[in-house]
């Protein structure tokens, strides 16, 4: 008897220790699926950041350009490269990395034709400055100074003199 209730309690320890292993798996699978559910959101939170980021760089060109009919260029991002992929953790952040890069490309081509677009407004107001320059008369242009050096003597005494000369006019 004694045999046949170790071999019970050998099975029932085994099974015990299957179940504990069963166990663990299923926390490690838990757990692993929590980290790359808090990656996602992590990713879509560098996605939304990324889309801000976008949204006012358009109205940075919008505002620069200020009712010019000139062109601009523009750079198409699909949608399909910003979705991410539950299964590949690794290409999604290799598809993050390459959006940086391409926003902080459009953020150079942007600023790079803001600085084109003032030069190119500079040039053209000083282009209407010299364009009749040649027709305006300089003399009109120099104006004389007026002398604002205070003299020496003191203004109370001169106005005495004239108040004192204007009643001796009058008796």
């Known amino acids: 008897m004694r045999i ?3 071999e019970k309690n050998l099975e029932n320890e085994r099974e015990r220790i299957k179940l504990l292993k069963e166990i663990e798996e299923k926390q490690k699978i ?3 699926k929590e980290i790359i559910l808090q990656k996602q959101l992590e990713n879509k939170e560098q996605i939304d950041e990324i889309k801000a980021n976008i949204e006012d760089l358009k109205n940075k060109v919008k505002e620069s350009d200020g009712g010019n009919d000139k062109l601009t260029q523009i750079t198409v ?3 399909a490269d910003l979705k991410t992929n539950t299964k590949d953790t690794k290409k999604n952040s290799d598809s993050i990395s390459e959006i940086r890069e391409d926003v902080s490309k ?3 081509n942007i600023e790079d034709k803001l600085i084109r677009n003032e030069l190119a407004r500079q040039r053209e107001e000083e282009i ?3 364009k009749y320059s040649y027709f305006k008369d300089t003399s009109e242009k120099k ?3 007026e ?3 205070k003299l020496f003597y003191d203004e109370n005494i001169i106005k005495k003199s004239f108040i004192n ?3 001796n006019n009058r008796e």
Do not use: G, S, V
Request: proline share 0%; net charge positive; glycine share 0%.
């Open 143 to 145: 104006e004389e100074k």
């Open 106 to 108: 459009i953020k150079r």
């Open 77 to 79: 991002i699909n949608k």
């Open 147 to 149: 002398d604002r050096t």
């Open 4 to 6: 046949a209730q170790k």
């Open 165 to 167: 000369k204007k009643k």
């Open 128 to 130: 209407r400055k010299r």
């Open 30 to 32: 838990l757990e692993k």
